[in-house]
């Protein structure tokens, strides 16, 4: 219920700053409200761009220095994430490459922030479409646990990890091994 007084409020308070003669002030409880939705936002918009073929795409969500886990392949810094993208795009046997649009959906956010940074868990579905004159097919299934900081008022992942339950590309199988809990605070 606070959430949604809180979210209430959010949105008077933004159509008010909208008009551009308000100051609007928020206390933190707010600030928080107004995190989440951003961090929600920006992994869905994230999604968005998978099976669209462009690597380059996605570094732009990623501090310098992140480090992202797909399945135990581990890339750090932008340069090797974007190299891991270009490598699923490659890969016939991605889901996002079956032919067809392909779509993710998120499920289940739990975002938790304290001030600039924040840790975010998803349930993730790839679906598929490959004919018009037939269903949609999920084609893959999993978990992501984030971590996040705040960079110049833009939430960016620091630390990602991903891990496929169903679905996984041929060429990931060989690392792959099952990581039923998962949690950042396992590895400090």
Known sequence: MKALGNSIATLG???LAACGNVEVQVDSDMQET???VAIE?????YYAHLGGGDASAFDEYFTEDAV???NGNIATGREEIEAL?????????SASNQGGPFHMILSNPVIEVDGDTATAKF????????DISAPPVIIEQGREYDRLV???????????VVIAESGLPMEQY????PRLDFSFDDME
């Open 68 to 70: 992202f886990d797909v």
């Open 13 to 15: 308070l933004l159509s």
């Open 41 to 45: 936002d920006m992994v869905t918009e």
């Open 174 to 177: 060989p690392g792959w091994e």
């Open 150 to 160: 705040k960079v110049d008022g833009t939430w960016k992942f620091a630390h990602r």
């Open 85 to 93: 993208y270009a490598d699923i795009g490659d890969d016939e046997t």
């Open 123 to 130: 349930i993730w579905t790839g679906i598929g479409n490959p």
């Open 34 to 36: 107004l995190d989440r």
